[in-house]
């Protein structure tokens, strides 16, 4: 399948939206409307419906978001109304206007209990077990499955990339200031690279999918080993320690076990993305 010709992509500033803008507008003939928070909120279904009247695209990327997971705790009425209704509003203009849609979701619908990857169709975790984020995005998908039953909803997870704050980044920051790191080990993730997803998306555009995907980085670790890959990566001889997630408390629970297997977007694209490492190095390049 063709790309599409006219993309509106939302959340265009952020660590996704950023290189995702950026790989659409470099496609020959595509058009790119690439909003933030400046232009509109998502919330706001008047100002939505204005952008969407205007700009007609024949599809639609939600990269817009409210992602401070902490902060979620407190401002959960903010989540739900950014990350649920929000996410709703847009796929419903998209709907409306005959737009395809990409939606961005997260690992953390998932409660992490699973101890092998999980598939698109395991169940989502109960909304009493997820943290406050991880319940405005699983109303999220539900709000974006409802008013565009043929979207695509790409799932992923530990995201990071140059255009906003990140673990590498921190990590980075960390290791030149401080004698010694102290990194959670009991929490088992893919680290995804926001260009490498960006790509994804690309790809996903082409095809006539719809429904959910998975898609992350190939492989997985756990925290700790990602801040020593990085430190070591980076050339730094910073000593690394893990330790666990309750001696590191923060305010929102996160999943012990977040793998996703990505059988399902490999089967539609042909290929995985790169395994993580390599895509860290990318990373580590390009940020010295
Ligand atoms: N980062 C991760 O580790 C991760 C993991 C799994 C899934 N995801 C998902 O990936 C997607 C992209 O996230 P990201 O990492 O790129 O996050 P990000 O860097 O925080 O980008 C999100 C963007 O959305 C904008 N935004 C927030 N509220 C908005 C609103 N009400 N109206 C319009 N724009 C709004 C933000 O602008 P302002 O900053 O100006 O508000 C920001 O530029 C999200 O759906 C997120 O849930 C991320």
Redesign the pocket.
Known sequence: MAIPKRVLI??A?????TPTTTLFRAAQGVEVSAV???E????DEAAVCRHVDAFRPDLVI??????KVDACEEQHALADR??GY?AGIVAAAAAAHGARLIH?????VFDGQATRPYREDHPTGNPRALCAYGRS?LLGEQRVAAAHPAAIIVR?????GE??P?FPRTILRLAGERPLLRVVSDQTGSPTY?RDLAGALFELARTNAQGVFHVTNAGQCTWFEFAREIVMQAGLGTPVEPIATEDYPLPARRPKYSVLDNGRYVTTAGRPLRPWREALSEYLRRAS
């Not at 500033?13 to 939206?17: K, P, V």
């Not at 961005?104 to 953390?108: C, E, F, K, L, W």
């Open positions: 939302t959340g500033r952020g660590l996704l939206g933030g928070h400046l509109f909120d998502i919330t939600n990269c817009a978001a409210f992602t950014v990350n929000g961005v979701s997260t690992d953390y995005k992923t997870a530990w995201v990071y255009d906003g990140c926001a």
